[in-house]
């Protein structure tokens, strides 16, 4: 075995394998089907409007951590991609999270129309 | 291997290589590049919300009264949701075509590649007919704010996933072509941080444009 066959397999070690990354792929399917019914809760009433929204803002940003972390493989990269892909995340996540309560909170912008 | 070494082999993809980061670069390029590409959908999505119930003309995307008039949403939420596992379920066949090109499975590595491609194709392919499906349904770019906003950042998240559809078939090519093997496997690698950073797109975008009225 060559120097830098031992290297790649070093590396392949280290990243989770395919049964977990299967696993994690059911892990997304079973939470986007639990978003797809926060909506449907909130269709026919039994969740109130912010109710459904808190829930499925809270399984998208599960979904997109497990994403992340497992696929991007940024759970076992450099600690300096986790950096160069956060600030900027953040940064978006902060834009728009300004200018959603700017608008919609603060502006009193709210819809023009009544959702039913 | 020592550092040294490692420094001059391009192709090489060990844990820490000689560079003033310690990281490859390519891999420190590309993560820079979708830093910035979180940005522009940040504006993108910043916008969507900014202007999210604001439209005064129909169509509006969920069921709506508006002057004691109801008016039918326009989105149509089972499809979108199928067209929305068949995006994830390419990202289980993106870290799949991987795994095979870095054990040295030409064959399957290639597979995945293909079948990755063919899955963002198929997406592409719901969201083209929910394009024509809007269009005929009086939704245009420029009827109300929902159509600006919607077509602009849909648009943009479809024109990506088609460069990646592109990316993974020039890619599939060369890993049929033994270009393409364990020790180049950082070039897949690379190629699927961009199509996980897609799906990634499309989880934000799903929840914030379907689901959340």
């Given at each position: 075995m060559t120097s830098e066959t031992h290297e790649v397999e070093h590396d392949i070690h280290d990243h989770p394998t395919n049964r977990t990354y299967i696993l994690i792929g059911i892990v997304l399917t079973v939470l986007t089907l639990l978003e797809i019914g926060g909506y449907v809760l909130e269709e026919n009433g039994t969740f109130a409007p912010g109710t459904a929204a808190l829930v499925i803002s809270v399984l998208s940003a599960a979904k997109f951590i497990l994403v992340v972390m497992f696929y991007m493989h940024l759970k076992f990269d450099s600690r300096v991609f986790t950096g160069v892909f956060l600030f900027p995340a953040a940064l978006a996540t902060l834009a728009i999270a300004a200018l959603f309560v700017l608008y919609h909170?603060?502006?009193?912008?709210?819809?023009?129309y009544k959702l039913i | 291997m020592d550092h040294a070494a490692a420094a001059t082999l391009p192709d090489a993809h060990p844990d820490?290589?000689?560079t003033s980061t310690g990281v490859d670069s390519r891999k420190l390029a590309f993560w820079t590049f979708i830093g910035s590409e979180c940005l522009l959908f940040g504006t993108l999505i910043a916008t969507y919300m900014v202007y999210?119930?604001?439209?005064?003309?129909?169509?509006?995307p969920h069921d709506t009264v508006v002057n004691g008039q109801a008016y039918e949403g326009i989105l149509d939420i089972p499809l979108t949701s199928l067209s929305t596992f068949i995006l994830l379920m390419s990202s289980v066949a993106m870290v799949l075509a991987l795994s095979a090109v870095q054990r040295g499975d030409r064959a399957w590595g290639r597979n995945w590649l293909i079948i990755t491609a063919a899955l963002g194709a198929t997406f592409l392919g719901f969201q083209v007919y929910e394009f024509n499906h809007f269009y005929h349904a009086g939704?245009?770019?420029?009827?109300?704010l929902f159509g600006a906003t919607f077509f602009t950042l849909t648009g943009f998240h479809g024109a990506h996933v088609t460069a990646g559809v592109i990316y993974l078939l020039t890619l599939a090519l060369l890993v049929h072509r033994g270009r393409i093997g364990p020790e180049k496997s950082i070039t897949v690698e690379i190629a699927g941080l961009y199509w996980h950073f897609v799906d990634v797109i499309w989880i934000v975008i799903f929840p914030l444009v379907y689901l959340i009225r």
């Open positions: 909170v603060l502006g009193q912008q709210g819809n023009t | 820490h290589l000689d999210k119930g604001a439209s005064r003309v129909p169509p509006y939704l245009k770019l420029s009827t109300n």
